[in-house]
């Protein structure tokens, strides 16, 4: 059971590149967010899904974009990187309803020169 | 709107000695409330949560945080601080009912354990 994978683990774009990190989980889990760390602000989300076919904006969701098409990828678009987009990345999943926990996976380095 | 505070940014504790992670939270309705370890270069790991109930909750590792209402704070708490327990914890809430298990995390503490 792999959990939440998350790939490239490092990543290094110029200004203007595209480039996708793709999230996959093997839970069966409804829920999948994408969150950015940085540092002394701790995490913020970015975009999330509750089921494939549904996504919805989180508190920072500009110069990014997502899509669910199936229950287990939520892959996170960077349209035109720019530098603010320097963070690390994480993707996280749960699944039935309430107070459920979510699922990490080990995070994706991206830096933008 | 929901929200988190994690008011210290480092704590430091001798190896056995107690230690203490603040939160207080701010939500409009009954929070559900969340620890979360992080250990360099890896992804969050849950420790605890709180939905209702008994206001003192047991985790992960020894780990233990109490909810108080009166205050707004969920303190994360152990009695006996290990070497191995040094990493970044978060505190976390949900207003209830929240849209879509939408979590807001505060800014983190880093934990160091002195040997």
């Not at chain 1, 975009?47 to 899509?67: K, L």
């Not at chain 2, 409009?28 to 109930?53: A, D, E, H, M």
């Not at chain 2, 590792?61 to 707004?72: R, V």
């Amino acid at each position: 059971n792999a959990g939440v994978t998350q790939t490239p683990k490092f990543q290094v774009l110029k200004t203007g590149q595209s480039m996708t990190l793709q999230c996959a989980q093997d839970m069966n889990h409804e829920y999948m967010s994408w969150y950015r760390q940085d540092p002394g602000m701790g995490l913020r989300l970015i975009h999330y899904s509750v089921g494939a076919g549904i996504t919805d904006q989180g508190e920072v969701p500009n110069g990014y974009n997502v899509s669910r098409s199936t229950t287990e990828d939520f892959p996170l678009r960077l349209l035109s990187a720019a530098p603010s987009q320097t963070s690390v990345y994480f993707c996280a999943s749960s699944g039935g309803t309430g107070a459920n926990v979510l699922t990490f996976g080990a995070g994706s380095r991206l830096t933008v020169l | 709107a929901q929200s988190v505070a994690q008011p210290e940014d480092q704590v430091n504790v001798a190896e056995g000695n107690p230690l203490t992670v603040k939160c207080t939270y701010s939500v409009s309705g009954n929070p559900y409330l969340f620890w979360y370890v992080q250990y360099p270069n890896r992804g969050l790991q849950f420790l605890l949560k709180y939905i209702t109930g008994d206001n003192l909750v047991k985790g992960s590792y020894g780990f233990e945080a109490e909810f108080n209402k009166s205050q707004t704070s969920f303190h994360l708490k152990k009695p006996s601080a290990l070497v191995s327990d040094s990493a970044l914890y978060f505190c976390a809430v949900r207003d209830t009912p929240g849209s879509a298990r939408q979590l807001t995390f505060g800014s983190g503490t880093q934990l160091t354990v002195l040997p």
